[in-house]
Each structure stands twice: as structure tokens, then as C-alpha cells.
């Protein structure tokens, strides 16, 4: 089953204590469809420049990736900078330049428009609404990704998206800003208020939360003595767990808790490297090798 995904596609400059790169190809969108192209076909939908070449669409090449709906427009990416902190929990950001996002307006080629997976990766509210509008009959399941600088500036937007999603999928601090509760599950409570009816919580190195009527499911974030750069992690995350619901076709319990375990298997993998370096060559068989190390790493007896 084909997963739609729109979201930013951009140059990113990175800092972190293990160091810097000036430019480097990112995107929550870039991260998102590479790591769910590894479960199933990925449709497209984004924006580039001129200045994004033939070398940096490489990326989606040889891959389940549709890429008609990636339009080519005069200006320049989105481009988004920021630093990470010694615990590479927190980051800032230096600087976030829609460029061509702002004017864009997404037009779905037609065979994306019956797709029922879909993913609405961080980028403007209106856009991922406009997006969702344009799919024919109810989607089987619609996720969202938003971040600080959506939550401050298009609050209102965001809100009326959220009315339209079942799966909200926030990092921890995103959940407190968005809920105004300190505490995640009461958070999980007003969120589900606002409209998805399951809420996925990143929390980097602590690992992902999955909450929704049935109760709580945790996965660990899998150990790693040197992680590089967390950029695109929570789209990955993203990827491997939507990816795996795409290609099961379901949404059964034992489905989520799978996804969350495929989801935090190729977080994992993006943090290793800087920007799109370990996903680029990252192969099937060390996904699933990862995943059952992740069960062995969980499994106990009462
Ligand atoms: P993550 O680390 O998973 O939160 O995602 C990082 C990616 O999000 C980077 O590659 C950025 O290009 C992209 N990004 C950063 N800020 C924004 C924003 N305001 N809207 C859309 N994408 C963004």
C-alpha cells in the first residue's frame, strides 16, 4: 500500500559536539520517505529551488520513492540551521528560511489522490491540510508532525489540521508546548480532545510513547555509544513506523506496537551519521537484524 507524505524537503547546516556540516541535504519529508521506502512505495509531495541539483535528488533514486509531486521552482530550498547541545537532547535554531514553501501550493498528481496512508511530515499547518483535502474518500490512517515553530506562530492552523488526523506524532517537548501540560499522559488527554485519537511522543535518547484508549506502549531508543546528529531522527522514527502500517494494512494493536519498534529501529540508524549519511546506505537486512535486537533488548520473564 502506497504512503503519501508531504513536508519540507531542504538544505540543512548542522552543529553538534561531534561536529559541523554547512549544507546538507535534509528535510522532514527527505528523512520520512527514505526510511518508509524500505516498507513500501512512498508518494511525494514538497518543493525545491534551483539550487537543488540532479546530484542531491540522487537521494530518492533506486529507491520506492514517487517523486512527481516534488515541484522544481525559481528561489531557493527551504533552508534550516540549527545546533545541538552535549546531550544532544536539546537543539536550537538558528535560523529557518521557507523560501520556496512560502508561496507553495501543493497540487496532487492525480494517482497520489487515492492514496490511504498518509503522513503529514513538519511543515505549515494550512499546507497539510491543503494536502489531506485534496485525497479522494477517507484515508485508513492520516499522521501529523508539526514542531515549536508551527505550534507558536500557526497555532489557530494547526489546531483545525489536527481536527482532520488520527495519529499526532510529536517529540516531548512539542507535546508540552502544544497541550500545556508538564505531565505526557495528561497531555495525551487534551490532545485527544483536538482531534488524532493516538498520540506518539518522541523522546530521543529515552525512546518513544505510544498512548490511545487501549492504554501505553513503550519502546526504548536503541543504545548507541557515539550517535553523530539527531537531525531526522523523528522523521525517521516517522518513516520506519508508517512505512510498516502501510505495508501490513492494519492498525491492530500488535500492528502500532510493531510500527513503534520499526519506527525507533530506523531513528536509530539516521542518528548515527550526520544528516542522510547512514540512511543513504542503510541496507533491509540490518533493519530487520536491528529489530530483533530490539526484542532481545526488551524480552524479560515474570
Ligand atoms: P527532526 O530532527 O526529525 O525534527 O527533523 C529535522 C528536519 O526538519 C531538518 O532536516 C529540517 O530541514 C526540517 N525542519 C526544521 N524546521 C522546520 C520547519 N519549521 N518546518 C519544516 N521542516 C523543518
Redesign the pocket.
Known sequence: MSLLVV??V???ALESPYGKVDRAL???A??FAVAASFFTPVNLVGIVGEDFTEEDAEIFRGRRIDTAGLERAAGKT?F?A?RYLENLNERV?LA?ELNVFAEFKPRLPENYRSAKYIFL????PDLQRDVLQQVNGKPKLAALDT?N??IERTNAELRETLKHVDILMI?DSETRQLSNEHNLLRAAKHIFKMGPSTLVVKRGEYGAMLVDKRGVFCVPAFPLEEPHD???????FAGGFMGHLAACGNKSDASLRRAMVYGSVLGSFAVERFGLDRLRHLKRGEIYARARHFAKLTQFKL
Not at 121 to 124: F, G, L, P, V
Open positions: 513536508g519540507s531542504a538544505f540543512d535534509g528535510g522532514a527527505t528523512y527551504f534550516w540549527g535554531t529557518t511530515a513538519n511543515i505549515a514542531m515553530y508551527w517529540n539527531p537531525t531526522g531522527a523523528g522523521d525517521s
